[in-house]
């Protein structure tokens, strides 16, 4: 699309804004939408508009319909979002099963498949559009068989005496929305700036190894999505909260030794340590006494992916003012800050553990 409409890169930021801006804005009406769809229903129905809604701006013949047509992209990847991680609770709550963390473990694999999948196809598809077609009819043929699985699944209410005091009841939510914050600015900024990290302050001089950093946080965060659940059971969403703000605080220390084996140790530790707090957040979110799960989940992960969104931006200042390290030293603060909140916070029995 770059090339199509001959962009420049101020451009291309602007448009992406303006998906991270459908997506903060859609995230809120997901409680609406459950309650007047069904949550199973609004589910399968939201990863079919989806799916079909990447076409758009692949269609665009103009920056302005780009951007458009990306905020509607990031409105149904907002909605659909909150609403499978509160369905994977409900169903968590009905069945007195552990699966959040697996569940986000396979959002991680499927962005690995998905890059490796697309980069095959790549070739056969002269027009991007048919390619997209294809991917898309895929998802929904998949989505359909599945679908009834979850589908007639709707979320369990709170009395009336209870929803009276939700605004009182968001308050212990505060510190899972601001763990969440911090996280997943990490998240991003790791995702925007670590490749950059590795030539500017590790300077290492073949540049094909840039890019390890991120590969080896994104392999560790996927493996300990997938065994979190297990450990979760075991030692609870508190203790594992703690933990995974402990590696990470590691992680950064290693990072920030300014050799390439601790820096690619450091990642690891990194991906590892932050692979299981956000499905946690969510899961405590959404069993959290007295308030719907849809409207917990959609609070913590609004505020979250905020942090996701700004977190590199605000890097990017600080390193333009001072230098790359300085802004991983930033957020190795804000880690341990988070630690000491989740364990002063978070400790105190106000949220379900």
Request: glycine letters at 10%.
């Amino acid at each position: 699309m770059k090339e199509k409409l001959q962009l420049n890169d101020s451009e291309i930021g602007l448009a992406l804004f303006c998906l991270a801006a459908g997506v903060l804005i859609s995230i809120p009406t997901v409680p609406f939408l459950s309650k007047k769809i069904g949550l199973g229903r609004y589910t399968l129905i939201g990863v079919v508009l989806f799916s079909i809604a990447f076409l758009f701006p692949l269609m665009s013949s103009s920056y302005v319909l780009l951007c458009a047509s990306l905020c509607i992209v990031g409105m149904f990847s907002g909605t659909t979002d909150v609403a499978m991680n509160t369905l994977v609770s409900e169903i968590e709550k009905r069945d007195s099963c552990n699966f959040m963390s697996a569940a986000h473990g396979f959002f991680s694999l499927g962005g690995a498949l998905g890059a490796v999948l697309g980069s095959f196809l790549m070739p056969f598809f002269e027009n991007p559009v048919y390619h997209m077609m294809v991917m898309i009819l895929f998802i929904i043929l998949i989505n359909i068989v599945l679908g009834k699985h979850y589908f007639k699944i709707i979320e369990e209410s709170v009395s009336k005496e209870k929803s009276k005091r939700e605004i009182k009841i968001l308050k212990p939510l505060l510190a899972l929305a601001f763990i969440a914050f911090v996280i997943m600015s990490s998240e991003g900024a790791i995702e925007h700036w670590s490749t950059l990290y590795f030539t500017e302050v590790i300077e290492i001089t073949q540049k094909n190894l840039a890019g390890i950093g991120f590969i080896v946080f994104s392999t560790t965060m996927t493996i300990g999505r997938f065994f979190g659940d297990r450990i979760s059971e075991k030692i609870g969403s508190l203790r594992i909260i703690l933990l995974g703000c402990f590696l990470a605080s590691v992680g950064y220390l290693c990072v920030l030794f300014n050799s390439f084996i601790m820096a690619v140790l450091g990642f690891g530790i990194l991906g590892l340590g932050l692979s299981v707090i956000i499905p946690e957040l969510f899961r405590m979110a959404g069993k959290t006494k007295g308030i719907k799960a849809s409207v917990g989940i959609s609070f913590v992960s609004g505020i979250g992916f905020m942090g996701f969104l700004l977190g590199p931006v605000i890097l990017g200042f600080i390193s333009d003012a001072y230098s790359l390290k300085i802004s991983f030293s930033a957020l190795l603060m804000l880690t341990i800050l988070a630690l000491i909140i989740s364990f002063l916070k978070l400790k105190s029995g106000k949220v379900n553990s």
